[in-house]
């Protein structure tokens, strides 16, 4: 029996239907009159609001007083090193046409009920007068109590006939990569301003001292947010913002920030005396890279290499010497020269510390009496005739006229470089023109032909030969590989 057009149609507006039923769609009428109601995610971002309503009365503005040659110079402290990062501090603000001072700004907060305030060194470093913004806008004059160029820290204080506001050191050596952590400060003199990120790495060295130690975090920070606090989800401090990693000068994603473990030793040191006790050894290190250590008949490619020994030092009467490898002081190894200037910085001066060394790949234990740092520790005339070692050098005696040519003391000995062959393995080491040898491997030398008789004896062993330099005022070791030339490493 043929179907009718009308029973198909009707058959297919029978299964419209069910199949919209089937799909769990009902035909259902807008209200419009009633507000849409979004339903709540089932896991919600981090929330921080309640965290720093607790702790943003402990954060305040730090305004410094300066110079105007302080101002010019002190404005941004770039890094040292490779890194192409500035000192987020000082937020310099000119003061009135025909000022001889202007303003920088930064971040600091309290510590304790009495008026204790932490700040970075470099916001209040050649400051004629620091005074303070609290949170609720009052303005008070702050004392510097004490500063400590090394670690960037700064203790103020302010009396404001009242009791503060005030947070916590926490432990630093808790909070772990990975976690959320929140940044309050002053950036640009905006006041009171929160940012948030994640711990992104610890123990970052950015060349700005002997004691980095840095936290490096994501939470962005920016010009005037030094010295501020750097929180973790609890409302402990576990840090001080300091320094940010940016070719532009803004934020990048890239900060750093002293762990509040250091900053409270720091801080402790600087309340009681106004300045900071550490152990001194008097040495300067390097660090030990593979051709060093083989040059040297080391065993290993970690450790300190010593450059100098400063004359009457506790180095020096622990019989220390230059070619030494300081591997571990008092049983904590040593992968580092930082890690070195932090453990003998430990070390309360008059305490002793046991050194092991390799010394000529052979393994020592040295005693030294650890000394206080100081406060600013910064540690014959024949015509010349060339000689001609295999590595590509050309040597000149050190004369009067060349050691102050070369700013060096008068009791310095050795043999300056006269010219370097291109493409020699000397050159290839990066050995310079007006370098001064002053050893090879561990043994002194005292002239031209004692380097090249101690560089012809290192050269039997087939292995690199390890010169002892100074350049600029600075020692160092140069691994030179004889077997390298500029034709063997293209």
């Given at each position: ?68 040659q302080d101002a010019a110079d002190d404005g941004e402290m770039p890094m040292q090193g490779h890194m192409p990062g500035q000192m987020p501090g000082q937020m310099p603000h000119q003061m ?272 030294a009496t650890v000394a206080e740092l100081p406060a600013e520790n910064v540690a014959d005339t024949s015509p010349a005739t060339p000689a001609q070692p295999s590595i590509g050098l050309a ?40 370098d001064v040898i002053v050893g090879v491997g561990t043994a002194a030398v005292s002239s031209p032909d004692q380097a090249v008789q101690g560089i012809r004896d290192a050269l039997k062993s ?29």
């Amino acid at each position: 029996m043929p179907i009718s057009r009308q029973t198909v149609r009707g058959a297919l507006f029978a299964a419209l239907l069910a199949s919209t039923a089937l799909g769990g769609i009902a035909a259902v009428h807008a209200d419009t009159t009633a507000p849409i109601q979004p339903a709540a995610p089932a896991q919600r971002m981090a929330d921080f609001s309640a965290l720093v309503e607790q702790v943003k009365p402990a954060v305040l503005a730090v305004t410094s007083v300066l110079g105007a040659q302080d101002a010019a110079d002190d404005g941004e402290m770039p890094m040292q090193g490779h890194m192409p990062g500035q000192m987020p501090g000082q937020m310099p603000h000119q003061m009135p046409h025909g000022s001889q001072h202007a303003e920088a700004r930064g971040s600091g907060f309290l510590i304790d009920a009495d008026g204790t305030i932490v700040t970075n060194n470099h916001v209040v470093k050649g400051a004629k007068s620091v005074s303070v913004t609290l949170d609720d806008g009052t303005q008070l004059q702050a004392k510097v109590i004490g500063r400590d160029a090394r670690t960037d820290i700064a203790v103020l204080k302010v009396e404001a006939g009242r009791k503060l506001p005030y947070i916590e050191l926490g432990d630093s050596d808790k909070v772990r990569v990975g976690e959320w952590v929140v940044a309050v400060g002053n950036p640009f003199g905006l006041g009171g301003t929160v940012t948030a990120g994640i711990l992104s790495a610890r123990s970052r060295d950015i060349g700005s001292g002997p004691y980095d130690n840095f936290l490096q975090i994501d939470a962005p920070i920016n010009h005037g947010n030094s010295g501020g606090p750097l929180f973790t989800q609890d409302g402990r401090v576990v840090g001080v913002n300091s320094a940010i990693l940016s070719p532009t000068g803004g934020s990048i994603g890239i900060g750093f920030a002293i762990p509040s473990n250091m900053v409270k030793s720091v801080v402790a040191d600087l309340q009681t005396s106004g300045h900071v006790t550490r152990g001194y050894l008097g040495v300067t290190a390097q660090p030990v890279t593979p051709a060093i250590a083989a040059a040297l008949g080391g065993k290993t490619d970690s450790g300190a290499l010593v450059a100098s020994v400063e004359a009457d030092s506790p180095a020096a009467k622990a019989d220390v010497k230059p070619g030494d490898i300081i591997v571990a002081v008092g049983g904590r190894k040593v992968v580092t020269p930082r890690d070195l200037a932090v453990d003998v910085a430990a070390v309360k001066p008059g305490e002793t510390a046991k050194l092991d060394i390799l010394r000529d790949g052979t393994a020592q234990t040295l005693t030294a009496t650890v000394a206080e740092l100081p406060a600013e520790n910064v540690a014959d005339t024949s015509p010349a005739t060339p000689a001609q070692p295999s590595i590509g050098l050309a040597l000149a005696p050190l004369t009067p006229e060349a050691r102050s040519q070369l700013d060096l003391p008068a009791h310095t000995k050795g043999a300056v470089v006269a010219q370097v062959k291109p493409g020699s393995p000397a050159e290839l080491a990066g050995v310079q023109q007006g370098d001064v040898i002053v050893g090879v491997g561990t043994a002194a030398v005292s002239s031209p032909d004692q380097a090249v008789q101690g560089i012809r004896d290192a050269l039997k062993s087939g292995k690199a030969v390890a010169l002892r330099l100074v350049r600029e005022g600075h020692p160092m070791f140069v691994a030179v590989d004889p077997a390298k030339t500029e034709q063997s490493e293209g």
